[in-house]
């Protein structure tokens, strides 16, 4: 995800990731993985630290995310 500079710190971010929580729990999906380099971002949104990851030919550590919702929280 990417928010324009002039359009970062008025809840763009948070509004899309909660669009996209929401609309894939009412499809049957609570949980989700988020694969990102930034840090304290996503914990902000919900999101809770899993673990570090590495993909093939990647010299360093990527940061996994997981997101769940229950069907309450629609």
Known sequence: MYVEPDRRRQGVAGA???FVCADMAR????TL?????????????G???LCPVRGD???????????TMDAESI
Do not use: A, N
Request: charged residues 30%; negative net charge.
């Open 47 to 49: 999101w809770r630290y």
């Open 27 to 30: 499809r049957g999906i609570q």
């Open 57 to 67: 030919g990647e010299e360093t550590d990527s940061r996994m995310y997981v997101h």
């Open 16 to 18: 899309l990731l909660g």
């Open 33 to 45: 993985y988020l694969l990102t380099d930034h840090d304290s971002f996503y914990e902000r949104y």
